[in-house]
């Protein structure tokens, strides 16, 4: 029989213990191992059984061992100070207050968030990265207030059938067992948001809050008795259901999420954001919520959304056309138009926000861009590849100009490091971890001793594979007689790779097995073996997905490799932590330039691991030469097979010719001197940049500041900033047309320019309407490519000299001829405004209609 409706009974501890239930309920735990050894001690066995879940150990355990705790003076000491270090934790002021200017509050809106293995609200990269923001916007003071949905049954829960095809599982999972706390109003009922549907129908939900140390973390839950019993499984699961589905999920989300926030700040005092950060598309629907509170608020829409882009945050996520987030306009039209048409809002306006080159889809991260003053991507390269894709939006201007800037991901250093390897770092170098400076102290460490803790990781990440191996050869119906072989699958002293992922196809999951002779004799080499420890989960409709697990499946399954290479089921944090802290070698084969960021490379090197990586992502720029290995990247060979195999090849060589040479080379004393001479440049050059502090700190200064001040000078005096900015906007885009560069002349030059020499520019512009504040003329100078384009043009502001009563303005300036070789100029108009982010920013460009000049020598 089965329940119709489950709930969570929670135990009611003594009042001594009291503080044992803030410890659980704030998730600072999950990277505090002081307080997780606190509740491993209420009752090991028990903690071990659950996991490593405290809501589930309070659940779980006997009353009478509490009533035991609750007289122990010992416990109880421990346990008062792991409450106090807890409050300080919360309230001391941290690098954050120091700045001027900050903002006062940052919401920051994901569809998923990987905070805790026992909290499982993520699928993959984006979710991991959005809960290393929080922990690390927390340690560092940032006041950031997050936004998410809180999915019944989380994604799936991964296992293997006999033929090693992935099964999914959904267990459901009840918010009373979570450390969640249900947001009640102050007369005890619980709040309630509301989203209007088309055809009087209504999206209910309530909300959860998960204490993510410093920072609240809002969960909106469909599943609510005034809801039907569609609406009740909008919030079902993460990435799963149709079209409409995740259009529900998405409009709860964004409009559902702004409503949040206003009732958690109006109950709690909290202030209210002055930035809203979206992290990737999905939640984009906020930015309208916020056009439709300003527009209520008697802002024009073109005011509203000018109040709104200044203050908005956008981050985009992935290098993959197809990957971006789109719907048929139709559905649109009709959540935002007819009868459940917001009056002030008009579905037009909304529609040519999310306008993009199909006329019949709506493009969520072309409204991302839309609707935020700044934009970002998540590597350098990302960042490249990104104003490429998008460059459209933004006609007339050269790629390097398209405001798409890049802020690289980093990684929470207490969630993904060792315990073993944090307390040497917190021992030998003092605040190392999640500082930028300092880590040249790794060089003063003996080799013997980061060997060693190298040896444990490597050792509990064996012991763990085995007892996983155990688990899924159990679910995939063999007996224990059958299992003895897996006492003795992997070494702990064999060079182990690890390789855990989504299994996307641009990540190649089976690029290893591409040649599998060549594989068996790496694995099995008798002087130099090597293991491959392998996770990953494949979207539920992924069938190709589904395959390469398969695959791969098979060739560990074979008797004389599988002690050498194993797939490990149920990729979530922790085996993560497992992976990342245990692999000597952490192997990533993306086709480039398709992994936006990656972060796993990073956990591993934080941990010792080597990276041995296509050159994507993070690694194509910290890669240096020494600290890891780059696969050599086919990426001019349009032949995706051809190139498969070159880039297999190139692998195999070097884990043959390169990576087991170097951890096989041991000293007299047994260690292999080369290998840590790696290990500790890895450390030192690559862990101050790969740390979440350094990102959220990026952010903290060149995205989240600007924009608050930008938010506020346009929310000044009633909003006249955002009135006179909406205005300017609107006359300036109107008398564009009329603005043209007239005449261009340069003097300086002789006929044998030489590099050190300097032009003298004039320009005469027309300017129509405009006046000459209203624009900035730029000379735009430097090298030329074989059709006189400028390559990478520098700019320089021209002045203005005069003006002449018929609208024509004179501007002049100087150009250093500052490089050899064939060079060119031109002058330039675009709009100019204090309060505009980028001179793209109105995508308004005027250049002369004949080219102008082109110094046809070659300088010397
Ligand atoms: C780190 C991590 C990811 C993201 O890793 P990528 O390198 O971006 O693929 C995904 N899932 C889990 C469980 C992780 O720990």
Redesign the pocket.
């Known amino acids: 029989m089965r329940a119709i409706r489950r709930f969570t009974v929670r135990t009611v501890l003594p009042r001594e213990l009291a503080a044992l239930g803030e410890l659980v309920h704030n998730l600072r735990w999950s990277w505090h191992p002081e307080t997780t050894d606190l509740f491993a001690e209420v009752d090991p066995r028990l903690w071990e059984q659950v996991g490593h879940d405290p809501v589930a150990l309070l659940g779980a355990v006997d009353p009478a061992r509490l009533s035991e705790l609750a007289a122990d003076r010992r416990f109880l000491r421990r346990l008062a100070d792991a409450a106090d270090d807890l409050r300080e934790y919360m309230t001391a002021p941290r690098w954050y207050q120091t700045l001027p200017d900050a903002a006062g509050a940052i919401a920051y809106f994901s569809p998923e968030y990987?905070i805790a293995a026992a909290l499982p609200q993520y699928s993959?990269?984006l979710g991991?990265l959005a809960g290393d923001h929080l922990k690390a916007a927390s340690d560092l003071g940032v006041p950031i207030l997050a936004v998410g949905l809180l999915y019944r049954h989380g994604y799936f829960t991964q296992s293997l059938s006999p033929e090693g095809w992935q099964l999914e599982h959904y267990p459901s999972l009840d918010a009373g067992g979570l450390p969640l706390t249900l947001l009640k109003e102050e007369d005890g009922t619980p709040v309630k948001i509301r989203v209007g549907l088309p055809e009087g129908r209504a999206l209910h939900a309530q909300l959860w809050v998960a204490q993510v140390g410093r920072v609240p973390l809002l969960l909106l839950d469909s599943d609510v008795a005034d809801n039907d019993s569609a609406a009740r499984d909008v919030t079902d699961r993460l990435y799963g259901g149709g079209t409409d589905h995740r259009l529900m999920q998405e409009l709860l989300l964004g409009v559902g999420g702004v409503r949040a926030i206003r009732a958690y700040c109006r109950i709690t005092g909290h202030p209210d954001p002055e930035v809203f950060h979206t992290n990737e598309g999905h939640a984009g629907f906020l930015g309208l919520e916020r056009i439709r509170e300003l527009t209520e608020a008697r802002l024009s829409f073109d005011e509203a959304l000018e109040a709104v882009r200044a203050g908005t945050v956008f981050t985009t996520h992935t290098p993959v056309p197809a990957g971006i987030d789109r719907f048929p306009i139709e559905m649109i039209e009709r959540h935002f138009g007819g009868d459940n048409a917001w009056p002030t809002v008009p579905v037009e306006r909304i529609l040519a926000l999310g306008a993009e080159a199909d006329p019949g889809r709506f493009n969520m991260a072309v409204m991302g861009m839309r609707l935020a003053q700044r934009v970002n991507g998540v590597s350098e390269l990302h960042g490249e590849v990104s104003r490429e894709m998008f460059k459209n939006l933004w006609p007339g201007f050269d790629v390097d100009e398209v405001p798409i800037g890049s802020i690289t991901n980093g990684v929470h250093a207490p969630t993904w490091v060792g315990r073993e390897m944090m307390e040497l770092a917190g021992r030998e170098l003092p605040l190392l971890i999640e500082r930028a400076r300092g880590w040249d102290g790794i060089q003063k460490i003996s080799d013997a001793e980061i060997w060693e803790i190298r040896r444990t990781l490597r050792r509990r990440l064996v012991e763990g594979a085995r007892a996983r191996l155990r688990r899924s050869w159990r679910d995939r119906g063999a007996s224990d007689a059958e299992l003895g072989w897996i006492d003795d699958a992997l070494d702990p002293d064999v060079l182990t790779i690890g390789f855990a992922?989504?299994v996307p196809s641009y990540k190649r999951l089976t690029l290893m097995l591409r040649d599998p002779e060549r594989l068996r004799s790496l694995l099995l080499d008798p002087d130099k073996p090597v293991q491959i420890v392998i996770a990953g989960k494949a979207h539920p409709a992924d069938e190709g997905g589904k395959k390469l697990i398969q695959q791969i499946v098979k060739f560990a399954d074979h008797p004389d490799v599988r002690h050498r290479i194993v797939f490990l089921p149920d990729?979530?944090?922790a085996?993560?932590q497992l992976m990342t802290q245990g692999s000597d070698v952490w192997l990533?084969n993306p086709l480039r330039p398709l992994e936006a960021?990656?972060?796993?490379?990073m956990?591993s090197a934080l941990n010792g691991g080597l990276n041995l990586s296509i050159r994507d992502g993070w690694w194509d720029e910290w890669y240096d030469g020494t600290n890891g290995w780059a696969i050599p990247t086919a990426d001019g060979v349009a032949d995706p097979d051809r190139r498969d195999e070159l880039e297999a090849a190139a692998l195999y060589d070097l884990i043959e010719h390169e990576v087991s040479d170097r951890f096989y080379d041991r000293a007299a004393d047994g260690l292999p001197r080369r290998w840590m001479e790696m290990v500790k440049h890895t450390l030192t050059s690559l862990g101050p940049k790969v740390l979440a502090g350094r990102m959220l700190r990026d952010y903290v200064l060149s995205l989240y500041t600007p924009a608050a001040k930008a938010g506020r000078a346009l929310a000044a005096d009633s909003h006249a900033g955002a009135r006179s900015f909406a205005a300017w906007r609107l006359r300036v885009s109107k008398a564009w047309p009329g603005v043209r560069v007239e005449h261009v002349e340069a003097s300086g030059v002789g006929d044998t320019p030489e590099v050190g020499n300097v032009m003298e520019l004039r320009a005469t512009i027309a300017l129509g309407d405009l006046a000459p504040d209203d624009v900035l003329v730029q000379a735009a100078y430097g090298r030329v490519g074989p059709h006189d384009e400028l390559v990478h043009p520098g700019y320089l502001a021209l002045t203005p000299v005069d003006s002449d009563d018929d609208g024509r303005a004179h501007y002049a300036g100087v150009v250093p001829l500052d490089r050899t070789g064939a060079f060119g100029y031109t002058v330039r108009v675009v709009p100019h405004h204090p309060l505009a982010a980028s001179p793209a920013e109105l995508g308004l460009l005027t250049v002369p209609e004949e080219p102008v000049g082109m110094t046809n020598g070659t300088l010397r």
């Open positions: 990987g993959g990269g991991i992922r989504r990729y979530d944090m085996l993560g990533n960021s990656g972060t796993s490379g956990k």
